[in-house]
Each structure stands twice: as C-alpha cells, then as structure tokens.
C-alpha cells in the first residue's frame, strides 16, 4: 500500500505534464470507481444507504472528493511530489486536532508534543521548498494547496465518522468516491473536449491507469484489510512510509533534489506522526 501510494505522487506529477489537472482527474476517476465497484461485487454484492442517510453521502462525496481533489490536484501540478507527499501525510494530524475540537477523542501530552513536531516539519518542509528553488518559481502555493487538501480530507474522515460506524468505512468510501467520480468527470469533461489528450504519451496514460485502478482502487482494498488484520494503528504507522517511497522516486526519476532543510523536515514530520499515532492508540 506505502509502494502503491508513495509511487503515485510522481506517476501524477509527470502525466501533468501532458494531461491537464481537472481532465485527469476526469479520466482516472471513473476508472477508480469501476475498480472499487467491482471489488465490491466480488466481496459478495454491494449495500446501500438507508434514504436518510443519502444528504450526508452526496454531501461527504462533494467534499471528500470534489473538493479535496481541487486541492490535491493542483497542489501537486503546482509543487514537488516529494512536497506534496510529505504535507498530505500530515492528515492524520489535522483529524486527530479535528475529532479533539468534537470531543471524539482525547489524548494526552505525548500526542499533542507528536502534533506540534508534526507541524514544525512542515513548516521546514515548506520553507525549505521555497529557499531551494527561489521565491517566484518556489512551491509556496502547491505546498498551501496541499495542505488546504489534508485538512479537507481530515474534515471529511472526522464528518463521517457516524456513517462509517453504522455501515463501515469501505462501503461509506465506495459510495463517496462514485459521488466524486461522478462531480470529477462532469468537472473535467470541459477541459478534454477543449484540449483533448490524444497527443499524451503511453507514459502518461499508464499514469491516468495507475493512478485510478492501483492507487485508489486497489490500495483502498489494502488499506482497510490491513486495518482488519493488524489494526488502526500499526496499519496508520505503515503508510508513513509513502512519503519516503515517493521522495525517493521523486529523487531517481523525476530528479527532485530536496534541500537539506526539506529532508530534515519529512524527518520531523513522520516522527512526529509516528508518535502522536501511536501514543493514542489505546485512548478515545
């Protein structure tokens, strides 16, 4: 899951290259929901919302994909993967801060020290972008947009908590992600008619494939069967390594150099990720 995902941040920021933002995500999006609905088939049919619950579905499905891949998406044309990487794995920070904020959960000082040291990462991660590569063509605004899109995903994990407690969190992803599927190709449709990708290599198309069958479909299964298998934690403390896997091919293929300054940063960060998540795990 850390290989699919740490790999995907590259595999996107070079099919940007030839692939505009909203018609990419106008190609991979319906290819990601087939995979998830297909899954689902095969894990023995596929449940439906209560009528009442439907608002919050269209509403989570608006934000949690709309919404968030506005952000996403051009966060990550407009900065490193590395960068956007690193500021997206930040998430499960801005959740934790959330769920305090709704008296979810509550946590003792270690966490909270986790957080701050997770926030100060950023900041070098941030910072360091901007240094390195010169003001005007620095990553300031990609690295605000990414971090504009962990705190909506955060938003979104922390507004469904009800539905995934009542039906589970794979059915309530499923049915958000075909709202989005559904928003994101309408959104995107535009812009294919206008500059239609008939010229983009098969790197770029293999891309759109990757993106939307491995990273969402496949790693979404990966995901939630770690959870069933080794738990919230241990699984949440995994994907800390996506960062480091997509620095690295960052590094090699795309030649992203990160600045001492970003390095020491994606340090601080999964550090202290790795220490807020795993000392609350037994508390909430």
Known sequence: MALIWGVNFPVIKAALDEIPPLGFNALRFPLAALTVFLILKARGGINWPERGDWPRVLGLGILGNLVYQGFFIFGIDATLAG??????????VW???????????????????????????????????????????????????????????????????????????????AWTLWVGAAGLTLLGLPTLMTSPPVDASPMAWSGVTYSG????????????????????????????????????????????????????????????????????????
């Open 83 to 92: 960068n956007a990487s690193i500021l997206l794995a930040t998430t499960p």
């Open 213 to 284: 069958v491995l990273a969402i479909g496949l790693a979404y299964i990966l995901w939630y069967r770690g959870v069933q298998r080794i738990g919230n934690a241990r699984t949440a403390v995994y994907s800390n390594l996506t960062p480091v896997v997509a620095l690295l091919v960052a590094w090699i293929w795309l030649g992203e150099t990160p600045s001492v300054m970003q390095v020491g940063g994606a340090g601080v960060v999964l550090g202290g990720l790795s220490l807020a998540r795993l000392s609350g795990r037994d508390r909430g």
């Open 95 to 173: 959740t934790l801060v959330l769920s305090t904020l709704r008296r979810h959960e509550s946590h003792g000082p270690l966490v909270w020290f986790g957080v701050l040291a997770t926030l100060a990462g950023m900041v070098l991660v941030v910072v360091g972008g901007t240094v390195s590569l010169g003001f005007e063509g620095g990553t300031l605004k990609g690295d605000l947009l990414m971090v504009g899109a962990a705190i909506t995903w955060s938003t979104y994990t922390v507004g469904s908590r009800n539905l995934v407690r009542k039906y589970g969190s794979f059915p309530v992803t």
